[in-house]
């Protein structure tokens, strides 16, 4: 039974060799442990980095310990062009009888956390670019190049998308509008060949943050400074640490990526890859599918802060 099972998965793996694969923020853990185990199948691997690889020790980490097929690219989603110059070196770097690129995948997330009404208009805007404009303008640039190989895209976001949090919002609008981005996408690309996955993961840190555990406090006394005396009449001193308090744990998140990692890797090398995966804890799902079929009211009895 299990030497069946094995031959099954093999002919429904795609031949590594010969494929490229781009992967965007490959500064954070997933991407860069994405990155090394698809250039340990046999994948020509563009690693993208949001900054300069002169100056990344991730990127040098990487370079030294993989193949010569790797290769680490400044990869800026919100930068016009860096993202030409990405798609041009691709394109006149491709795997050796590639007619295309395999796969795109979108890992790069700068995470925005706070109460609305206390996070300045700048991180709302850098967040809107990064995590869903600058996904659609990579994506328009690649696609060409996606559509001669017959290849996939894939999007990483999170699970908890729908499921409302204090703190949380501009993060689960902007990883919603992604999820609506890629369905729409995987319509428009089917009868061009091109797969279109999501890979909703669980609630740990993808990418690089607003706020950061070395920078928390700081940032957190320069934003109580700068609301007016109203706002911090109404919120109150204690309410906003106990808030602030409550994305620390965010900061600090260690959840086990390997989940994640798996069907990230299944979705680049399945030959007919699933259009959604969701690798979450139990309890995250019971959360999701609370919070997607409850009433709001009684949602938030169960799941609401308490003031």
Request: glycine fraction near 6%; hydrophobic fraction near 45%; proline fraction near 5%.
């Amino acid at each position: 039974m299990s030497e069946i099972l094995l031959l099954f998965s093999f002919i429904f793996q795609v031949s590594a060799p010969g494929k490229g694969v781009l992967i965007t923020g490959c500064e954070s853990p997933i991407a860069w442990y994405l990155a090394k185990k698809l250039d340990d199948l046999g994948f020509t691997v563009y690693a993208g980095f949001n900054v300069p690889v002169e100056d990344c020790e991730e990127a040098k980490i990487l370079k030294e310990e993989t193949s010569g097929r790797m290769k680490v690219l400044h990869v800026d989603v919100t930068s016009e062009k860096t993202l030409l110059e990405a798609a041009l070196f691709i394109s006149e770097h491709l795997p050796y009888g590639a007619q295309g690129l395999w796969a795109l995948m979108h890992c790069a997330h700068w995470i925005a956390l706070g109460e609305l009404e206390w996070i300045p208009f700048g991180v709302l805007r850098k967040s809107l670019d990064l995590n869903l404009l600058g996904v659609a303008r990579l994506t328009q640039l690649m696609l060409p190049l996606i559509r001669r190989a017959n290849g996939r895209i894939v999007f990483l976001t999170s699970g908890l998308s729908k499921v409302p949090a204090p703190v949380r919002g501009i993060q689960c609008a902007t990883q919603a509008a992604v999820e609506s981005f890629a369905a729409c996408l995987r319509q428009e690309m089917r009868p061009r060949g091109v797969d279109v996955s999501v890979v909703a993961a669980g609630e740990f840190a993808p990418g690089n943050g607003w706020l950061n555990e070395t920078e928390l406090r700081e940032q957190a006394k320069e934003m109580w400074s700068k609301l007016s005396v109203e706002q911090k009449k109404t919120y109150g001193e204690d309410y906003y640490e106990a808030a602030m308090t409550s994305v620390d744990k965010y900061s600090k998140e260690a959840a086990d990526i390997q989940p994640t990692l798996r069907v990230l890797i299944d979705a680049v090398t399945r030959t007919f890859p699933m259009a959604r995966y969701t690798p979450v804890t139990p309890q995250e799902k019971f959360q999701i599918f609370f919070a997607e079929h409850l009433a709001p009211s009684l949602y938030e009895l169960i799941y609401g802060t308490k003031k």
